[in-house]
């Protein structure tokens, strides 16, 4: 299977990381389980998937509001990030977006990265699927203040690749993820799990 994208003349290329260039979806969702314990049936499956790409403390925030908890939100992140950590031997590459990612680089594209999760577990997951070094720019949890949907993270990304928004193309797996490259004015390409 490949991916198909939309004709234009684009500048820069922006990658999300989790569902996109790498298949540890299942893996965040088991992490999320493990941290949630007895409130696990809170973040059904569907609702997980519908806010990929969401800062993990912010699901932890938009948990406690929908069901009127008092989960500690740096306790539940720290529990779930470790999990997700100590499990990341199983992490596989997305092959179709992966040749991509080769394709661009090889041609000396400007590309980036940009993901809602912490550096220190990008880091660990691009060194999983043997793709560290790769990506000219990385966008973290960790450097953003509004997560997506906001498209602070695209456009952050798009300015450390010196690169007008307009010109930028989104690769997303979530619709999360699309509605921040909507916003940031940007085109995109949807990676969808069938291609896991």
Request: charged share 25%; aromatic share 8%.
């Amino acid at each position: 299977m490949t991916l198909q994208l939309p004709p234009g003349d684009f500048a820069g290329y922006i990658f999300d990381c989790d569902g996109t260039i790498a298949d540890t979806m299942p893996l965040h969702y088991l992490a999320w389980q493990h941290a949630l314990g007895p409130y696990a049936k809170d973040l059904p499956e569907e609702l997980f998937y519908q806010w990929g790409g969401t800062k993990t403390n912010r699901i932890v925030e938009l948990l406690n509001e929908l069901h009127s908890r008092d989960l500690n939100v740096n306790e539940v992140v720290h529990l779930k990030e470790t999990w997700f950590v100590d499990h990341l031997g199983d992490a596989q590459p997305i092959k179709p977006a992966i040749e991509i990612v080769r394709e661009l680089a090889a041609e000396k594209k400007p590309i980036a990265l940009a993901s809602g999760g912490f550096r220190h577990v990008i880091d660990r997951i691009l060194k999983a699927i043997k793709m560290e070094g790769v990506f000219s720019v990385i966008v973290t949890a960790d450097d953003v203040i509004h997560g997506k949907p906001d498209p602070e993270p695209f456009l952050k990304a798009a300015s450390l690749l010196g690169v007008d928004p307009s010109k930028c193309l989104v690769f997303e797996d979530s619709p999360t993820g699309i509605k921040a490259a909507v916003a940031a004015g940007m085109q995109w390409v949807e990676v969808t799990r069938d291609m896991r």
